[in-house]
């Protein structure tokens, strides 16, 4: 439980508003961790950073606006996983696998979906 998460986690955001607009960038840092399978092996897997990123421009007092951002805008990924693949192996001309689990099934603590990108409409009241 004390390793398989990092020990570090920050994030820096910052805002800006406009008239109509809004404007908003945040940066993600998650510190290394380890991972340990039950068979005692064992892999660190290294700390990343990644930005965030919104607009928003709010339509006069109608309580309507529109944002377009992205999250994990650089599509960064934890590092590949070398522990605990299940079924990796080859057989000569009919299949060579390094194993089903491209990413830890154990820990990733900003996944492993890389980045997305969104366009939303807002209605408050």
Avoid: C, M
């Avoid at 079924?87 to 689990?101: E, K, L, Q, W």
């Amino acid at each position: 439980i004390e390793e398989w998460q990092p020990d570090n986690r920050g994030s820096l955001t910052g805002s800006y508003a406009f008239s109509n607009w809004l404007f908003l960038a945040r940066v993600n840092y998650f510190g290394s961790y380890t991972v340990e399978e039950g068979n005692g092996t064992r892999q660190t897997y290294g700390s990343k950073v990644f930005p965030d990123v919104l607009v928003e421009y709010t339509f006069g007092d109608s309580g309507f606006s529109l944002q377009a951002g992205a999250n994990n805008l650089t599509d960064t990924t934890p590092d590949k996983n070398l522990i605990g693949q299940s079924r990796g192996g080859s057989i000569a001309g009919i299949v060579d696998s390094p194993g089903v689990f491209t990413y830890s099934r154990r820990a990733a603590p900003f996944g492993f979906n890389g980045g997305y990108w969104y366009v939303k409409a807002l209605y408050r009241f």
